[in-house]
């Protein structure tokens, strides 16, 4: 018997219905990928969920856990504002530049402020192997409301061509990385490619994942700098307070 995930097309898919019949951690490498070290570190401008936040998350990353399947949560729970550096950098970037960084993205929120937003997450499941779009890419992701990912999404198109504007030689493709979509990575599965089976697809039926609903009023935003893509080792380099 074949088993699918089903889910409701979001901005990020535009509008397309999400239909899972596998996953793949290994196809899309993203078992490698979250292994991986960056070298030279990365950065990266995220806004964390406080820890008084975290327990419907955590609840879910256990649930998904009962799959019996080799799920490795994410600890640092957070969703990305906008990619600075990944593997990108030759060199690690020294600390005036990161300063300077940290200055213009200050300024920006400064004369285009968002608030202080309450977001809004009420959706789980697969990411998303943009080359096989029946298969997830081993992560497993909390969405954003439609909402919020809009509002996010565009501060991150703004915020990204300020910085290529005022740092070319840093941002030579402009703009920068811009979100597609918002949302909160759980985790992945460390596992080979697999389909999905009953215990995979009673565990992301779940009452507490198909209705899951959680909040993270989001005050402040930091720029991280990590060798790990889960920020499992993430330095905080700078808060922007909004």
Excluded at 48 to 77: M, T, V, W, Y
Excluded at 96 to 116: C, H, M, Q, W, Y
């Amino acid at each position: 018997m074949s088993y699918e995930l089903k889910y409701p097309g979001r901005r990020e898919s535009h509008g397309q219905q999400r239909c899972f019949r596998s996953i793949c951690p290994v196809s899309s490498d993203t078992a490698q990928k979250q292994k991986r070290r960056f070298n030279p570190p990365g950065l990266t401008l995220v806004a964390h969920i406080p820890h008084e936040d975290r327990r419907p998350f955590r609840e879910a990353i256990d649930i998904i856990k009962g799959s019996g399947r080799n799920f490795q949560d994410c600890e640092q729970l957070h969703f990305t504002i906008l990619g600075l550096f990944a593997e990108d950098l030759q060199n690690p970037l020294d600390g005036d530049t990161i300063d300077n960084l940290i200055s213009a993205i200050t300024e920006f929120f400064r004369v285009k402020p968002i608030g202080r937003i309450e977001v809004a997450f009420d959706l789980i499941r697969p990411g998303v192997f943009d080359r096989e779009p029946e298969c997830g890419d081993g992560t497993v992701v909390a969405m954003a409301s439609e909402a919020h990912d809009k509002i996010i999404v565009e501060y991150s198109k703004q915020l990204a061509a300020h910085l290529a504007s005022a740092y070319p030689n840093l941002f030579p493709k402009s703009p920068a990385r811009h979100l597609r979509g918002v949302w909160c990575s759980l985790g992945f599965f460390d596992d080979p490619d697999f389909e999905i089976d009953e215990k995979t697809s009673k565990a992301f039926a779940n009452a507490k994942l198909m209705s899951f609903s959680a909040s993270a009023p989001i005050r402040e935003v930091s720029v991280c700098e990590f060798t790990l893509k889960s920020l499992a080792d993430g330095i905080v380099r700078g808060v922007v307070r909004l």
